[in-house]
């Protein structure tokens, strides 16, 4: 499958919909994917297409597979009243329900349009998925610091396409009923029933000097708008997914808005939305009055909403994760190899080199040697299970290789060799200069060319859960290590060729049962803990929020974070963030920092939680090492979590993003000391039974024989 598709139309305006078409375009490029426009691709390979598109005919005929987008706005008109439209929407109203017929996938921005074109036209049933609009987070972020305010008054937003003339007429209405005059920021074109009552309101005494309006902006110039706003207003409804909200949550700006806009999925945590107390009302004066006060509890609490709204975004608006997602709805794995002269050169080399390397090595007495290649080496859930494989298999000489960060735990050197060869280079020579016999690698494509230019024989990947396990392409690995089931079916998809075994994370029950407790908390409470990275997946912010409902609930509980943010160039932290959202509830929430030896702080948790967004695990070690110490579980139900957590059983499983439902399951076990105790020796067993240490070892053990053993 040659790494290329279409986009129709191609993005070149400054509408959302191109913003995001442009964005999710250069994120597939950096994945090595080739992005053109129709006339430049090859017949066989896929397009991506608005519903309704004028092309979209031609592309039937040209029996290029077509995979459809549709955009968040539609018409509002039901078909039965085709006379009260015009001729050009009876036209796009045709061609959208040939192309819902026709279409074997479709995309949809939200799920309330996914609705709304179901009620406006007849669909067979196909094949869909939701993937909301997206932004870069590295460009659209809140301020590095928001200075005190010298003159508290606040600043609303509006935002063009988001106000029309009713929209603007309540955001005009809403502002005036606060109790001191806000400074009222409209960025964007107007349409022109709205420029009349723009007008209008300049000219009223109370807006004079109040009131600004920015038709004109360049993206950096949206970025710098977005951070002057304390809160958005949203006012119209119609379109499920603005762009304009993406942008705005990612700056950290909260949104009020009405609840009948259905914006509800998009907004989420990021905002408080309004429902109408007298609907029947002409003049809307109970949404006036509910949006008023909505936006005083934002203000009252404005730290904290900054802290949502981009929290709301990093969840859900993340274009690397929607990139993904796209590229999986259109039947590619979320990379593809590079087909640059570099990648042709180095894989060149690499072949010639094979033979010689080869024979050198036969001549060549002592242990095999194997390359460990991570990004670090600081004792993730990774880096922790390949140390104990490595330190349980002494007859081959192991090399821990760090690619992006030079940390690493000191008994990594305790058991073999350490090296940190930052780039494609440095590596090559490391592997030249140590004749490296096999090399694993893990969720990362360049390590690959730079083992096969070194001329390392063998080269086998061991990857996770479907969030990660298709990063890297796999069509030349001789061997894939597969940690949790549900991914083989994934991978098989994609390169049906390619060797697998599954060989799960485990847990050496000699070394747990020989680890002594660290515990800080007061006896009489219970301690709900999590050893994991600080990365915005991982929802630590959702823990803290289910352990303030259970302070509420008058629950003795003791909330312990082990762990700390990513030092990966570009990855968010959030430490500092959790610090303040904790802060509130005292001496319940205690952050132990980084630590290398999790299975002791494991053996001092009454119960372990995941409570992390799908795509950001595998089969976690942070409840693999607490269900061995024998502690129930309380995870969010995503990726692989439930091959290892059996809901009702040796834990619970909840929704992401739900931190009542969290809290709910969390209480069960804090009030129930029966269900806790027998949930953990139910959580034992299951480490004992499906996750055994020494099955994991022996498979290791037979591959890399098998590996280094053949011709």
Not at 294 to 318: F, G, I, M, Y
Not at 590 to 610: E, K, N, Y
Request: aromatic residues 8%; positive net charge.
């Amino acid at each position: 499958m040659e790494a290329a598709f279409a986009v129709t139309p191609w993005p070149r305006g400054e509408g959302g919909r191109q913003r995001m078409m442009r964005r999710f375009i250069e994120s597939a490029r950096t994945r090595c994917y080739r992005v053109v426009p129709v006339p430049l691709l090859a017949r066989q390979q896929p397009c991506l297409l608005d519903l309704g598109h004028p092309q979209q005919e031609a592309l039937w005929k040209s029996g290029r597979p077509v995979i459809y987008r549709a955009p968040g706005q539609f018409l509002q008109e039901p078909l039965a009243h085709n006379n009260r439209l015009s001729p050009g929407e009876v036209l796009q109203t045709k061609r959208v329900q040939e192309a819902l017929i026709r279409a074997e996938f479709v995309l949809y921005p939200s799920l309330s349009a996914k609705q709304r074109l179901d009620r406006l036209h007849q669909r067979p049933e196909g094949s869909w998925a939701v993937i909301p609009n997206a932004v870069c987070l590295n460009h659209y972020a809140p301020a590095p610091f928001r200075p005190a305010r010298v003159n508290p008054v606040p600043c609303l937003g509006g935002v063009g396409p988001l106000c029309r003339r009713a929209g603007l007429t309540l955001l005009l209405e809403v502002a005036r009923r606060l109790p001191i005059r806000p400074h009222l920021l409209l960025l964007g074109p107007l349409d022109g029933d709205c420029l009349p009552l723009l007008h209008q309101a300049l000219s009223d005494p109370y807006w004079q000097g109040a009131l600004e309006y920015v038709p004109r902006l360049s993206a950096p110039q949206w970025v710098h708008q977005y951070r002057r706003m304390d809160c958005l207003l949203h006012t119209l409804a119609g379109d499920a997914s603005p762009h304009e909200i993406v942008e705005a949550l990612a700056c950290g700006v909260p949104v009020v808005y009405p609840a009948a806009s259905g914006c509800n999925a998009l907004i989420g945590t990021g905002g408080l939305s309004v429902s109408d107390s007298e609907p029947d009302d002409p003049r809307r004066e109970g949404l006036k009055a509910g949006m008023a006060q909505a936006v005083e509890q934002v203000l009252d609490a404005l730290p904290d909403w900054h802290r949502r709204a981009r929290l709301q975004a990093e969840r859900s608006n993340n274009i690397e994760l929607m990139s993904q997602l796209y590229l999986r709805g259109m039947g590619f794995p979320p990379g593809a190899p590079p087909r640059s002269w570099k990648y042709v050169a180095v894989r060149t080399v690499g072949r010639l080199l094979f033979p010689l390397t080869r024979r050198v090595r036969t001549k060549r007495s002592g242990r095999p040697r194997i390359g460990l290649v991570l990004w670090d080496w600081n004792m993730g859930g990774i880096a922790s299970w390949m140390f104990r494989v490595a330190a349980a298999i002494p007859e081959f000489e192991f090399h821990f290789i760090a690619t992006h960060l030079e940390l690493h735990a000191q008994r990594c050197e305790e058991v073999g060799r350490f090296a940190y060869t930052p780039g494609f280079w440095p590596l090559v020579r490391h592997l030249r200069r140590h004749s490296f016999d096999l090399v694993q690698v893990s969720n990362n494509r360049w390590p690959v060319d730079a083992a096969r230019a070194a001329g390392v024989p063998r080269i086998i990947e061991r990857t996770d859960g479907t969030g990660s396990c298709c990063r890297l392409a796999k069509g030349d690995l001789d061997w894939v290590i597969i940690s949790a089931q549900g991914t083989e079916p994934y991978i098989r998809r994609f390169w049906p060729q390619v060797p697998t075994q599954n060989i799960r994370n485990s847990v050496d029950l000699q070394e747990v049962d020989a680890t002594k407790p660290l515990r800080s908390a007061a006896a009489d409470r219970v301690v709900i803990g999590r050893c994991s990275r600080f990365g915005w997946g991982k929802r630590m912010d959702l823990l803290i929020d289910a352990t303030a409902i259970l302070v509420e609930r008058e629950r003795s509980v003791q909330l312990v974070l082990a762990g700390e943010d990513s030092k990966l160039t570009g990855a968010l932290s959030i430490e500092s963030d959790l610090h303040r959202q904790a802060a509130p509830l005292g001496d319940r929430v205690q952050f132990f920092g980084r630590t290398d030896t999790p299975l002791a702080l494991a053996h001092g948790f009454d119960i372990a939680v995941c409570s992390s967004n799908p795509f950001n695990e595998g089969i976690p070690n942070s409840l693999i090492e607490p269900m061995a110490c024998g502690k129930p579980v309380v995870a969010t139900d995503i990726d692989q979590v439930s091959e290892l957590v059996i809901d009702g059983v040796n834990g619970f499983l909840v929704p992401p993003g739900d931190a009542m439902a969290l809290a709910n399951a969390l209480d069960r076990l804090v009030t129930d000391v029966s269900l806790r105790a027998r949930m953990g020796q139910a959580a034992r067993r299951t480490i004992e039974e499906r996750f055994s240490f020494d099955v994991a070892l022996d498979r290791y053990r037979t591959l890399y024989r098998r590996l280094l053993d053949a011709p």
